[in-house]
């Protein structure tokens, strides 16, 4: 069974305290892995995709990375406004009711980060 | 309108009604899907649509019924919920199945 793990489960920082939070996968065949930010009562919003081990993305203050196993999300000197809870996903390949192949995905826990001024 | 839009945010009802949440996306995806988050938990995967075809159901009880009358819209009705149900319904669109999802704010739903 695909399983994804987020930690820590909360993480509360200083601002400029840089950090990192971890996704890790244990997946049968990775199609990509996605990174969403959710701001308390409203819906993820899509951050970045990775698809293959030592692939990188950035955005502002946030960069991803990608190994075999896991995922990191980097966050360099944070500012009270990325405070958010972090969600991890990743895809593999399902069948559906008709028995066409389609990405799946399944979401971690989440991560709340606190980012204090 | 831009994105993802769902309505209403905020429902609260009792056990014996019947309500609908609405979702219409405006990024010309094929695919819609509703997921329930609730509190401390991953969020779970209720249905996909991919060109207005429902494709899955994910052992979702038969109290949620969906429709999806063309690839811009979404319902998700209602009837005889439970306390547990309680939740954020999120509603979420892609180009087409599998590909990246774009999430609505959410509808917020209290059953009592």
């Known amino acids: 069974e695909d399983q994804v793990t987020q930690s820590p489960e909360a993480l509360r920082l200083q601002e400029g305290e840089s950090s990192s939070l971890n996704c890790s996968y244990t997946?049968?065949?990775?199609?990509?892995l996605f990174w969403y930010r959710q701001d308390p009562g409203k819906g993820p919003e899509f951050l970045f995709t990775?698809?293959?081990a030592g692939e990188e993305k950035e955005k502002e203050r946030l960069k991803a990375t990608l190994t075999k196993k896991e995922s990191f999300l980097h966050i360099t000197a944070p500012k009270p406004e990325d405070s958010a809870t972090y969600l991890c996903?990743?895809?593999?390949?399902?069948?559906?009711?008709?028995?066409?192949?389609?990405?799946?995905?399944?979401f971690g826990q989440g991560t709340i980060l606190t980012v204090h001024p | 309108e831009t994105g993802v839009t769902q309505t209403p945010r905020h429902l609260v009802m009792g056990m014996t009604n019947k309500k609908s949440l609405k979702c219409e996306q405006h990024?010309?995806?094929?695919?819609m899907y509703w997921y329930k988050q609730s509190a401390k938990k991953p969020l779970e995967l209720m249905f996909v649509?991919?060109?207005?075809?429902?494709?899955e159901n994910n052992s979702v009880p038969s109290r949620f019924s969906p429709e999806c009358p063309n690839s811009s819209h979404l319902f998700l009705h209602l009837h005889t919920l439970q306390p547990e149900d309680s939740a954020l319904y999120l509603c979420?669109?892609?180009?087409?199945?599998?590909?990246?999802?774009?999430f609505g704010p959410g509808t917020r739903l209290l059953v009592l």
């Open positions: 979420a669109s892609s180009p087409w199945q599998g590909e990246t999802q774009y």
């Open positions: 997946v049968s065949g990775l199609r990509g």
């Open positions: 990775l698809y293959s």
């Open positions: 996903a990743v895809k593999v390949l399902g069948t559906n009711a008709g028995g066409t192949s389609y990405g799946k995905l399944t």
């Open positions: 990024l010309g995806h094929n695919a």
């Open positions: 649509y991919n060109f207005k075809e429902q494709t």
